[in-house]
């Protein structure tokens, strides 16, 4: 099955952490539905903050500033909207990375916690519309996770509003309020209600055994501390109504210490690095505790905490007084009574599902003697709202989980769906080209000395000498360059050192019969690896079927991404153009270093020719020229019979990376469990990689092989012979050239060895790059 791919919209991991409880909770259980198959857009307003502090790699972080999303992503999206059937127009507004990303992007979730609300604004009612207008505008479906919205009496709002929220997949309503608003403008068909879905974010064990190891060597907290969360945003509102927010919160706080309570003041919005008030209660938290007369019973942490930290925190409190909406719902979560000081209708539709909604205090009227008097009637009423909280607590847990019971629903019928236009692959059916598969990883080797000789990231050496040094292999069947007497060769054998596996850690480009050695495999003691490209991989598979004994014996067949084989006189002739001669030479490496890398040549006395990898060996081979006939037509590109197969990433967002990555494709649980152990080992450093980005690092070999190929009928007569080929009506026409050149040259290669000679290898390289281009459209 393809990857699901989930933009999520208007929240973020750093500022406002009720936004980032409800993307851990989303992203954990779609995690938990779709695992590896899982690839999340987060479409953020704090790009570098939310890059130091996402705790999953298949996360992408796309920069969605307000800015960027209004002033430049909704003009081009209206545009894409008016010109995406012209392809150059389309190519030119997708080079935009919001519109790019959304292109990439089966649906969009809006997890706003609060939008279309009159008393949000201008401004801020039209950021929630545009948010939804931009992916709706490239035809990308949007949902909109549990939110609060109206009323919607002012017309700006209601117009904007009855414009996009019809036309929304799914409207999940947190509370009854937000479903009679949405009802009176007339939006009942695409709306459910769900409870708020940070209410099933998921503890943090290690954070829960940290917060309570503190708990026990600090005697602050005890039996009578009470959580105050503080809000920047109900200063601001307060401010304008001439309520000295600040001031009565201190007082508040002292007053409590007075009765003997301890305070935890608690900021449920923080960017550490920023003095700005917006999703940001640092300062006034700071402000309040300046102005307490007695610290010792109070604490304050001047940092950002972790959506469960917070969560944690609250967890040790008695009560809760909490002016931020979601420090509500970690209280609620927790089980702990929490009195709300809030300004919008959102709090109370939340309480009301506790029916609790009686302990929510306008801030309109908010002063230190008001505050006082509601808490202590609060308190009194502990035992009843205790009861509540227990009474309720299975319901609102059970109607939060219906967020992801309903966006689930509405992802799978998307995913079914195809692409966006016409693709020269099928990213719809990677197992086509990928074969089944457990994950897609990429990475490369942490021991830097193993990437020094490798072709790409050292994956393949780093894994089996993991392998070796665990006692799961006792050797592993490699192979490596040889020369002797100035005459290149291979060596095949089982190392059974890390040294020598070490010895074999770059990519040979020439064709070995490497099942003629088959031998050294019968006659070993003990557990082997093997590596090798797939048509051998093959072929040791049909053996190991009639010989028992060699199936038992080889433990892990590790594979290598191969687009064709090659005879070694297509690295001869590459010698030959480079002025580079094998006589008194040791080896041959055929790439190291960065991206395409040089190929070298090491001499008895210790120096070393390089030549460039990408202008002779790589033009050759690429051009087809020198390549096995039977290559031409083989489609097992990621070499289907291993356990894991490994390949280089050719992806332009790769190329400047400092450090080379491998990727590769795991096919069994056993190989994926190992895998991870050497990742947890330190041995390899590991991220998540798509299937379709995996399918598209290696789309030219993909198209020649699934495209062009399948497209001509098998080849006529005997070897020596003009292959006839017969074009297919599906076959684009670049398609078809590429593919008639390619046998071509692979045919005079074969006959005109003498006069390719003569041909310098510059032209062959940009006639070779002419090839790619068409297999690139």
């Known amino acids: 099955m393809r990857d699901v791919v989930i933009a999520i919209t208007a929240a973020s991991y750093s500022g406002n952490k009720g936004a980032a409880a409800m993307l851990q909770s989303s992203i954990r259980q779609l995690y938990e539905k779709y695992g590896e198959r899982l690839n999340i857009n987060l479409m953020s307003v704090y790009p570098q903050e939310d890059k130091k502090q996402i705790p999953w790699d298949f996360i992408k972080i796309v920069s969605c500033k307000p800015e960027q999303l209004l002033f430049i992503a909704f003009p081009l999206a209206v545009l894409y909207k008016v010109f995406h059937f012209c392809p150059p127009i389309k190519r030119l507004l997708l080079k935009n990375k919001i519109l790019k990303a959304y292109y990439n992007t089966d649906v969009v979730l809006d997890e706003a916690g609060i939008s279309f609300v009159d008393s949000r604004g201008f401004i801020m009612n039209t950021y929630a519309f545009v948010c939804a207008a931009v992916p709706m505008l490239m035809g990308v479906p949007v949902m909109k996770y549990s939110q609060a919205m109206g009323t919607f009496h002012s017309f700006w709002n209601r117009f904007l509003a009855k414009w996009i929220l019809p036309k929304m997949q799914l409207i999940c309503a947190r509370g009854k309020g937000t479903l009679e608003n949405l009802k009176e403008i007339g939006v009942e068909k695409n709306v459910k209600l769900c409870a708020d879905g940070a209410f099933t974010m998921a503890d943090d064990p290690k954070v829960l055994e940290k917060i309570e190891k503190e708990v026990q060597d600090d005697s602050f907290f005890n039996e009578k501390v009470i959580g105050l969360s503080v809000s920047s945003v109900v200063q601001k509102k307060c401010n304008k109504l001439g309520i000295d927010y600040q001031q009565i919160m201190t007082d508040f706080i002292d007053q409590l210490n007075q009765d003997g309570w301890n305070v935890l003041i608690i900021a449920n919005g923080a960017r550490i690095n920023s003095q700005k008030p917006r999703n940001n209660d640092l300062p006034i938290c700071d402000a309040v505790y300046a102005g307490v007369k007695n610290k010792e019973m109070v604490r304050w942490y001047h940092k950002e905490m972790d959506a469960e930290e917070i969560r944690a925190y609250i967890g040790t409190c008695r009560f809760l007084v909490a002016s931020r909406f979601h420090a509500m719902i970690g209280a609620l979560q927790q089980k702990v009574p929490v009195l709300l000081v809030g300004w919008s209708h959102k ?294 019979a291993a356990d894991i197969s490994f390949g280089d990433i050719w992806l332009k967002e790769m190329k400047g990376n400092p450090i080379k990555h491998t990727s590769c494709v795991i096919r069994n649980m056993k190989t994926y469990h190992i895998y991870q152990e050497a990742v947890k080992a330190g041995v390899i450093c590991d991220s998540h990689i798509s299937d379709r980005d995996m399918i598209r690092s290696q789309k030219r070999a993909l198209v020649f092989k699934f495209t062009c190929a399948p497209a001509k009928k098998a080849y006529l007569g005997k070897k020596g012979k003009k292959a006839e080929l017969i074009a297919d009506d599906a076959c684009r026409w670049n398609h078809r050239l590429a593919f008639h050149l390619a046998e071509k040259n692979r045919i005079y290669s074969e006959e005109h060895y003498d006069k390719l000679q003569k041909i310098p290898y510059i032209f062959i390289y940009y006639y070779m790059c002419f090839i790619r281009v068409l297999l690139s459209f």
Not at 477 to 484: A, D, F, L, Y
């Open 347 to 640: 709090y109370q539709e939340v309480l009301d599902f506790f029916d609790l909604g009686q302990y929510a205090i306008d801030f309109s009227n908010l002063t230190t003697e008001s505050l006082r008097k509601e808490f202590d009637k609060f308190i009194s009423d502990e035992d009843t709202i205790r009861r509540k909280l227990e009474k309720h607590y299975d319901e609102v847990i059970q109607s939060s989980l219906k967020n992801m019971v309903y966006a689930s629903e509405i992802i799978d019928r998307i995913v079914e769906q195809p692409y966006h236009g016409k693709q020269m692959l099928d990213y719809k059916n990677p197992d086509k080209y990928l074969g089944k598969h457990i994950a897609c990883r990429k990475g490369y080797a942490a021991d830097e000395t193993i990437r020094a000789q490798a072709a790409s990231g050292g994956m393949v050496t780093a894994f089996l000498c993991y392998l070796l040094k665990t006692g799961r292999i006792d050797g592993a069947w490699v192979t490596r360059t040889k020369i002797c007497d100035g005459q290149l060769s291979y060596d095949t054998f089982i190392a059974t050192t890390e040294k020598e596996i070490r010895s074999a850690s770059s990519s040979i480009y020439m064709n070995m019969p490497l099942l003629k050695h088959l031998d050294m495999v019968r006659t070993f003691k003990g557990k082997i690896a093997v590596v090798m490209t797939p048509c051998m991989l093959r072929g040791l598979d049909a053996a190991m079927k009639k010989e028992p004994e060699l199936e038992e014996k080889i433990a892990f067949k590790l594979g290598l991404y191969c687009s064709g084989n090659h005879s070694k006189k297509a690295t001869l002739l590459s010698l030959e153009q480079s002025h580079v001669t094998l006589d008194h030479a040791v080896r041959l490496f055929y790439r190291r270093g960065h991206w395409r890398g040089q190929s070298s040549v090491i001499y008895e006395d210790g120096t070393e020719k390089t030549f460039s990898y990408t202008k002779t060996i790589c033009a050759y081979k690429n051009a087809y020229f020198f390549e096995k006939r039977s290559c031409m037509t083989c489609q097992d590109h990621f070499a289907l």
